[in-house]
């Protein structure tokens, strides 16, 4: 079984797929007929497809989220591929097939990347730092076990938040080896909360956003974290007003470095500055690797990145 | 003794005045001669001034916010006046001048203003915003009582911050009855709140800000305020996911509407679109009678203003 | 028979509708056959319609803007709802019905909003700004009776331009109280004014703007506006260098603030700050209070809107 | 005597220059003494100066625009180029010298000018577009003998606006003849009232602008201009809906492209898009014209042009 | 045989036209059957069109870029006119037709366009800029006898770049004659090499733009032009720090005049300014020729421009 | 002897400073004196100077980016220091001092600095990318040895630029060693390459940039180094349509990411992605370490940063 990825026009498909959307439509004919406007992923990526016969039964046997098996076709449907579905049906038990292998993860296990977690927050070295992240942490330890770092943008995949935090910590390490005047307790703390709210702004399932919370919408993950290391130092009894519910409230809410993007402060502290530039360095780079990696190999350019400004990346043949 | 604001060039002036800048330079001369670099004030407005015999004794006699007489003539020094002090003395007690008539002030008395404050707070008829209310307005009590709205833009005057809250409050009870869809409590909690932390964002003395405070730079007072809203919430006992504080925050960290003005979220309750825009109506049309007032009435021109893209505003005769 | 805004997916619906639009289309079948894309509407809202069987009759039978029976059900495409209707007829005498019954209208009824605009002009005690004032008004007196304020941002309904200038009227009444500074002639003058060219700007039946007009589009109400009062004080002897000219000029030409939004120059009179900031007040209150109308009350977010920055609007549950 | 763009430093100079400007200052030493401070100017640039030993008299004796006999030093000041006065004295009649011969001027005689325009004026073949143009013209014809086109950026000298226009109305002759689905009687008029209104936005004198009118700020020359052409149409009895007012006030008010620019519609019209880029033509290779001749010669780059971006032009040794 | 920016709704078509677009689609039937949608295209403009009943032979024997004939009727479908094909065929050697009448060409013969040039060049007194010039023109001599300016923008048809250059030679000549300060041989160079490297940058075919190639993506034709005067440099033995090397590729670097247009500096010598304006305004009066040219004739409004800020041009009854 | 960077105000200072910079002045007395404006520096920072009593001899003896010794005292002007000079004079052969002592250096050596780019160059594993960047460096391996990588910015001192490009080669190695689908010698070669012709565009001494070269402003580092890299692939056969080539200047051409930054083309290989954001994560976190070096140990603040937005950075008490 081809993953979707390596898939081609005509190819004539048949294996197990998770329904990552799936809409009920009626056709322009008359009289209208039911089908069924779907999303089929895989752990490699994802293709649109479209089944017509829809039963009454079949509207009530699919969900989205499910694990199904399909035969059908690839099409080209304005100038996209699209999956002509023949035949469908539900996984069962007897497949052996599981849920987590069919949608698209980091490529590191999500209870690894939450230990890597869990252990630099103890080689923070400041106790104060050390509990108020500890805190945060604790509060959404569950939800880094799968939550992705964004909708659309970047890490948008199974425990694509905790790999995002994993991979700035091995450059915010390197960093602070080169440049001692960094201090690595806050590199780390920042790093750690800068979207530890995430999961609280969206409402994700399997790696996948389907919405914003109202929190998500009204208040954002910047403020939240913010509030939560409020929170954090009321329960801890650190006083608001010290330099470190100062420097790390000052962390999280600077990190998106301009007001337009949504930072009410502009990273004014050593560490501020590198950590949004670390961030950024980070999400752009995977933003690259994620679509040179989900991008038919043949193809010498990937699709428009939006958060890269909508450019697409070149193969370069050297 | 003609106000500050009824001066004009050749003007021979005695009486009594604010330091409200004090500097110490040297002249080009050889060799160099110590002089003062002075910002005099009273209520109606301020203008520069020079004083060029400083003595040993002036250097320790003289201080920034000090009362002072001043005898000298109001010259023209590229194309603005100043004064040319010939006689300085600081006032005495025997004086009977009091610093408070020498500032410039919010034209209804600060325990008033506070009062008023006080009185809306109460008339808060659901009670968890009441006490959030309540709970924040009592931080900073003292503090209203003569703190300015901003360094420069608007209110930028003794009490001017309790004046703003006052004059909006007046305004929102309009709107309010004029759109009975609006929640009237959640108006007047965003008016109350919207600009509550700005005594902890900026350090000012008899109403003039000298400079902004760490916390105002780093956190700035939309995150400030929004913080003392958890704080608040956590010292009351009301969730910090209630539609309450949702609802509270959501007020404050919108009122500066767009990302690049400082707000990280945009206004998307009906009450925070009402927030954002009463402010606006209030600061702006502050600034132009502020300016109307303290300009020569003989001008037909203010001089430009800031806070109006640096517009000048026109004394039509109609 | 529920209103438009009532309806949920799944509806049986029958009963009187205003084809708001009407547009004959072909399938993509073979033959291809012919149907109609409709918007229905009520007062209370709209709702995008298909009716597959059309007949050689239909074509010549249906118009936009007319009344008709409809028989169908809402169901949801492409995550919208949408009518299908399964039969439809002309509205005739005998079912008692009335067009304006079902168009968008303001809450107040157009000859009471016109007679208030009129009563204000009369109150305008400097006899040239009066005297313009009421030549302009007359110019479009009676288009003021049904034109909209805007095609689509706000206001965008029966009579919902002399609302909006109503409604604007008692805001800067009670601004004039609060502030007497402010002349309460130029600005009853400015509010009647500033857009009192749009029925000239616009193509409109109805309270539907269909189009704009070639003056529209290459004049613009702004310097449209700025005509009349020039063609105004022409006819009544009043000098076009005089203050009165003037100062109405500029409230009319600066009202939209800024050169991006389409104002040749910038609020420079107190009186012009104040017209732009009441007029932004009543539009976006007005935009966020139609939103919630039409939006169907067990939703918890209205639909995005477009002079909102493409904000939606939460029902806050306080 | 060397032209003023001539100069060096360390020259000794002698000779008849324009007062440009003209401010008494006191020096800052004890007791302050007056001086000078002023700006010399001659038909080939201009340069800053200083008359240290001013006395009662000369108070009296000098004011700004007159010509004056020098006798100084070119010195250096902050990298710049100033002339330090021994001596000055009034011109007399004596002396021969006309103020018309020292202020800067386009290089053909107003005369010559106005009376290119008014016979184009006269080549405009439909009739209504050629008296409106010719109503506009007479209002400003004793102004379009000296005004210049603006305050700085270009043509910013004696009859400059006459000579702006004259120029492009070469280039709009060339462009219609190479295109002739352009209207040439509509690129005439539209070239001839663009900066009709100038003259009425700016107070000048000799070719300097000293200030803009109160009509320039609150209504600008765009407005005015479009104000011209109503008067005209109706002193005419030219309806203002016929096509021809429309097209000359949209060409006036679409003139600066953008709405950032001043003008409130875009071009939309054929000859609007042409009138914009031609006057945008004229103006740019006038400004690095005049930069080039006003630089002494042997410097490779001139100063920065605030009209282009504020970039430098270099002289390409080709 | 009507032109196609003559055709009406309801006009029944016979002849030939171009298959500028082909793509072969799905019907949503059950089962799904293929169609073609194509855009059909003549000298005078094109119309997009749907062919249904598609064999398999068909499917072999259509490609794009070829010439049929169809037989058809014009729909409207999503209010723009759509052509239904009944019946088509390839078009044969005894219709005696050919392709080259069939695309939207410059109304100058290639030929005579590129003579033009050549000669052009001739005429470039300085030596070195003469031979640099002709090295590049001899690069893409063939393809400046057909390719397009632009993908959509400008003189996006057949022979474009070759009649923009030509044209803008025409307008140089002028402004040459009109403003003796600027180089002849500067602005001759300036104008034929500025988008010399476009048939590098662009992918087309009879005159239209299929895609950027990959150098156009990730060089762009103005470095690409700057690249080739470097070689051109080197091979004619010119030293690159020469000042002709220098003020061809500021000319070439500089002509899209801002960084955010592409153009890595700003225009800095004389030429360079006047190169930006004659470029934009030959470009933009062209724009508004060719829309006006192929717009029914009937209409009064041409589409939007995309390149003119969206607007549409009125064609003014004057 | 205090460093620079160490002084306060009303400090005695005695010893040897670099004359930065010098600037012959004259008092505004009568008769005016001469005096020298001077900016003193060492290798801690800079601070700026008075020198009075200039004798003729004096103006003779003193140039720019000499060393001298000096006594004087530390006084407030404006609010700055400024050292008032009592006695100076030129340093003799005797008194053992060597300028390079005296600027500001980056913190490596620069041979060191050069052999480390060396050795890297020789890291590049394909042949043709390793020769190219060999070409280039050696252009300029001498300025490599002591030019700053920008005027103001960062790493403006002695060796700045290769300082820059090795900090870099850190960080790509790093990052290169993190992510494998990264190319290592386009890292190498786009990081050595990308500010490789800024000698070329700014002129400096001792690592003080006094100007931008005339290339420098009209064709600027970026086109010049995409210049280099043709120029290279001529003399060394390589052709200029490879990858190779195409690769390496997309990588020089899109590495200040936007258009408005001074890049035509915005990155779109993987490798330019990374090349831009380790390119600002190096710069931006040298400009707070530097701020943070030379500003006064007990300020709690820096002065505000040009590059960083104007931001002054916090000294976190953590």
């Known amino acids: ?19 990552k959307e799936l809409n009920m439509r009626q056709t322009n004919g008359t009289p209208p007929k039911d089908y069924f406007d779907i999303v089929l992923a895989d752990a490699s990526g994802q293709i649109s ?22 035969q059908g076709t690839v099409l080209s449907y304005r100038d996209q591929p699209q999956v002509k579905i023949s035949r469908i049906r539900k996984a069962t038990e007897e497949d052996g097939v599981s849920l987590t292998d069919y949608v698209r993860a980091a ?22 730092i050390r509990s108020i992240v500890q805190y945060c942490v604790t509060k959404v330890e569950e939800k880094l076990m799968h939550y992705p770092a964004a909708k659309t943008y970047h890490h948008a995949y199974y425990a694509g938040l905790a790999y995002h935090i ?44 389907t919405d914003y919370s109202n929190h998500g919408k009204l208040i954002g993950h910047i403020a939240l974290a913010s509030n939560w290391i409020v929170e954090a130092a009321i329960s801890l009894d650190i006083p608001l007003e010290s330099e470190v519910v100062l420097g790390l409230q000052h962390l999280v809410l600077s990190h998106h470095n301009l007001g337009e993007w949504g930072s ?27 679509a040179l990696d989900t991008t038919i190999e043949t193809e010498p350019w990937t699709p428009m990145i939006r958060g890269l400004d909508n450019k697409a990346i070149y193969r370069l043949k050297v």
């Not at 490529?107 to 104060?128: F, G």
Request: charged content about 25%.
């Open 264 to 290: 009410p402060v502009q990273p004014q502290t050593a560490e501020a500055v590198a950590l949004h530039h670390i961030d950024n360095l980070d999400a752009k780079l995977q933003m690259v690797e994620d």
């Open 107 to 128: 490529p590191i296990r999500p209870v690894d990347l939450v230990h890597t977690i869990n252990l630099t927050v103890n080689e923070i070295r400041e106790p104060q």
């Open 49 to 70: 497809a479209k089944y017509w016969d829809v039963t009454v039964q079949d509207k009530e046997t699919f969900l989205p989220m499910q694990l199904v098996k399909i």
């Open 1 to 19: 079984m081809k993953p979707i990825n390596k898939l081609s026009i005509q190819d004539e498909i048949i294996g197990f797929y998770l329904l």
């Open 166 to 209: 994993v991979r700035m910590l091995e450059i915010g390490d390197f960093i602070c080896k080169q440049r001692p005047f960094l201090n690595p307790d806050l590199i780390k703390a920042g790093i750690i909360l800068h979207d530890i709210a995430k999961p609280e702004e969206m409402i994700a399932q399997m790696g996948v956003v």
